[in-house]
């Protein structure tokens, strides 16, 4: 998914239209571009409506050939000779309400579109610098760092975001990586020496600023997260050898384990942080540290899938794995060979804020979110909820809810 884009109206002078495009996938095989132009209010509105890895349900869409000039020089290449046109006047772009049919695609987001071999890795990236300067190439490596969202604004006047991630694998321990505004909602949910990612057609070039080779993502990349592939998997349990990493954060015996060697009892923190002394000591310090943050939830992502919010894992090498698998999809697993043997927990995104800042996509899992939510996951399965879908929503006039209410008591 791209950014919002704007560009002079040619029949409308003084005028602009907006576009943004995104790519959707159904099947194995298959995956198609697809463009939406319209005014702003539309457009941004649209964009902002649903996010990289949601379930989406395209009414009435235009279907055309692909430009013969253009082709897919500035999106991601599909295997379609077609592409999808969305406008106002025609077609409605919305949430899948279907969770059988969302939990039928999700699993599609961990499959990468190119061959899972064939990639480079940051060692030949650094060795062939020169060579693969401007060139588009595919790339499978951890996440190492999270950097901040930092403004910028071009020359002629718009402004963007841009946002820094440190890559590693068992060659090279630390290769930047650069994102846009789009897919930095997407990174704020990954998990620093955990994620694993591919990256099909980053553009590789040779930063003078950080005196070597860096990976932009751009409007032709797509991102698969922990890629459910045995090249990822032989990744994912090198760097947890290398690194002495985990894969899952979660609790034995009063203390925490959380992706490095360091550990502490609850009871033995009582260092005090804003979330803003937080971030800093974050960013100036790349060891695992403790603290205690006094803090609202603001965000807690209970209304996502099933497959979002609860996980299944391995139980002897905590690799994720799927609820009906029958064995472990870890082909480095010591009990590979052996009958899956599996715990499921819950798996939320939490944002805390106080009255410095927001701490966003932070991790909350079982059993400290069973505690949290005084719910277990078998209970949460059981509950018969309702389903709703909310086909528009505006500020209310506070005389009118008043009225309203008052009727019906």
Known sequence: KTDVRSFPDRKHVGTDRFTFGFTIRDSLDFFMNVTAWGNSSYINGLSNSFTIGDCVTIENPLVANKDPERGDRFCPTTPSCHRLLVTEAHSQVSLCADM?????????????????????????????????????????????????????????????????????????????????????Q???????????????????????????????????????????????????????????????????KETYRCGVTSISAVDSISNVYTVSQLKQKARDNSETFFGITYSFISKLDLDSSVSRVIRTQ????????????????????????????????????????????????????????????GCTVSAHLQKDYPSGVILACSLADPGEVKQQMSSLL
């Open 100 to 184: 059988d049919i969302t939990d039928r695609l999700l699993p599609l987001i961990h499959l990468p579109v190119k061959d899972s071999r064939d990639f480079y890795s940051l060692s030949d990236i650094e060795a062939n610098g020169q060579q693969l300067d401007g060139k588009v190439i595919n790339i499978l490596a951890a996440v190492r760092l999270i950097g901040e969202p930092k403004q910028f604004t071009t020359s002629d006047g718009r402004k963007g975001q841009r946002l820094e991630v440190k890559l590693f694998d068992d060659s090279v321990s630390s290769f930047p990586l650069v994102w846009d505004r789009e897919v930095i």
């Open 186 to 252: 997407l990174v704020q949910t990954w998990i620093p020496k955990e994620t694993v990612v591919f990256i099909a057609d980053a553009k590789i070039s040779f930063d003078s600023f950080r005196s070597g080779m860096a990976a932009t993502v751009n409007s032709k990349s797509i991102i698969t997260v922990n890629p459910d592939t045995r090249e990822a998997s032989l990744l994912n349990t090198s760097n947890k050898s290398n690194l002495k990493l985990y894969s899952f954060c979660f609790p034995r």
């Open 314 to 373: 391995c139980s002897r090498c905590k690799f994720q794995a799927n609820e009906d698998a029958q064995s472990c999809p870890n082909q480095l697993c010591p009990g590979k060979d052996q009958a899956l043997s599996a715990t499921t927990g819950f798996y939320l995104l939490v944002d805390f804020t106080d009255h410095t800042g927001t701490l966003q996509a932070c991790t909350l899992r079982s059993p400290v979110a069973e505690n949290t939510l």
